[in-house]
Nanobody
Framework: VQLQASGGGLVQAGGSLNLSCVASGSTSNVYAMGWYRQAPRKSRELVAVFINGSNTEYAGSVKGRFTISRDNAKNAVYLQMNSVKAEDTAVYFC???????????WGQGTEVTVSS
């Protein structure tokens, strides 16, 4: 499985950004797919993810501001980031898990910098 993330960049606080992730390779079964982030000097954390079908899970800090969506035909997930804040600055990673017992496959990360 290969995950290609894109869409990061520099955005002003209060602005919007849309991240994309396309999966290729063995994608016939996907248990979970979504986004994590890692800010400088912090641990990687879940941002938003689809789990076992259409179930979604969001970090409390992004609820109401970020929306995860997907296009199954393209094996893609997206993260619409609205009303971004300085604390959203991080490297955002796409991740996928084919079965609940698997470890995540990780993409290369795309950097998001929010200027205040």
């Amino acid at each position: 499985v290969q995950l290609q993330a894109s869409g990061g960049g520099l955005v002003q606080a209060g602005g919007s950004l849309n991240l994309s992730c396309v999966a290729s390779g063995s994608t016939s079964n996907v248990y979970a797919m979504g986004w994590y982030r890692q800010a400088p000097r912090k641990s990687r954390e879940l941002v938003a993810v689809f789990i076992n079908g259409s179930n979604t899970e969001y970090a409390g800090s992004v609820k109401g501001r970020f929306t995860i969506s997907r296009d199954n035909a393209k094996n893609a997930v997206y993260l619409q980031m609205n009303s971004v804040k300085a604390e959203d600055t991080a490297v955002y990673f796409c991740a996928m898990k084919r079965h609940w017992y698997d470890v995540n496959y990780w993409g290369q990360g795309t950097e998001v910098t929010v200027s205040s």
